[in-house]
């Protein structure tokens, strides 16, 4: 057994399918492959298992809904290969994928994780490979990560025996693939990049889903998930949340309208702090709660 897959999926009938097909295209063929059905009311288990049931290769597990995180453990748990590859329902792999995972990590033993350089294809049609986003840093330092960095899971090869050893965190049902890139890398683990694009990152998503409110522009669920992993590290690594004015005052704003102004005051006087003299301070000490003040006490 060469590597297993892990595929995570809620009420996917209609596009897990072209993840699992793409996974059995593989060249690499000494694989297993783990989908996990999250608590599925479409018939989303049942529609695999007609579909591939002859591949022995595929499993499907059926579990009561408990979110990405509870469900990527699942998969992790059932796995039994050296390496573990994650997929996402709605992405993809080239044919060649794996195996130029596979080579990268066993061409570099000092890594224990190997990122493709796969294509993000944005809901307004633009498609960019990953490294090349604007701001975006290889997620190989602490450093990196106070810098916004990030991971795909759907283009993330790790060795079973670091992952088994991390887990995701179940508390974080968003951004749990940040928030083990952090203890990856506080745990001394290294990451390597795989420059070939060999996978793609669709988000395609339902009407109403998780989903729909990154590719809507409906962006505070997203940013709130991201600022509660950094604020978990903030402690340890301060500048998780102290990343300069702007940033104080996008995450004041986003904590005020979402009925957290108690952690936003922080930010506010932050932001009071090194740009008094911009209009917004005033405004955003007073909606967080620090009234009548114009910096930080």
């Known amino acids: 057994m060469r590597a297993s897959v892990v595929i995570t999926t809620y009420n996917r009938r209609s596009v897990v399918p072209q993840a699992v ?30 579909r591939f049931g002859q591949d022995s290769r595929l499993r499907v597990i059926r579990r009561v809904n408990g979110g990405p995180p509870v469900a990527r453990n699942t998969g992790l748990d059932a796995s039994s290969g050296p390496y ?9 792999w080239h044919p060649e994928y794996l195996a ?31 490294f090349d986003q604007p ?3 290889f997620p190989h330092t602490i450093d990196a990560m106070c810098e916004l960095s990030y991971i795909l899971p759907s283009f993330s090869v790790f060795r079973s025996r670091v992952l088994r050893e991390l887990r995701f965190d179940e508390t974080f ?11 990856f890398l506080a745990a001394g683990h290294r990451s390597v990049g795989n420059p070939r694009t060999l996978a793609e990152y669709r988000a395609v998503c339902q009407p ?9 522009g409906e962006q505070d669920p997203i940013l709130l998930a991201a600022y509660d992993v950094w604020k978990r590290y903030g402690d340890r690594y301060p500048r998780a949340i102290d990343r300069g004015p702007d940033f104080h005052r996008e995450f004041a704003e986003v904590l005020i309208r979402n009925d957290r102004a108690h952690e936003a005051r922080w930010h506010a006087e932050r932001f009071a702090q090194t740009a008094p003299d911009d209009p917004d301070a005033e405004r955003l000490l007073r909606l967080s709660g620090a009234v009548g003040q114009t910096t930080a006490s």
């Open 135 to 137: 701001d975006w840093v």
């Open 84 to 92: 573990v590859a994650l997929l996402d329902s709605d992405d993809i």
């Open 208 to 216: 109403g889903g998780e989903a729909a409110a990154q590719l809507t």
């Open 100 to 130: 130029s995972q596979v080579d990268v990590l066993e061409r570099h033993p000092e890594a224990d994780m190997v990122l493709d350089n796969g294509m993000c294809h944005a809901p307004g049609g633009e498609s960019v490979p990953l």
């Open 173 to 183: 049902r968003v951004g749990d693939d940040t928030e083990l890139m952090w203890r």
């Open 21 to 50: 097909e793409s996974v059995l295209g593989q060249t690499l063929r000494d694989i297993e492959v783990t989908v996990v059905d999250d608590g599925s009311t479409d018939g989303t288990a049942d529609e695999l298992t007609r």
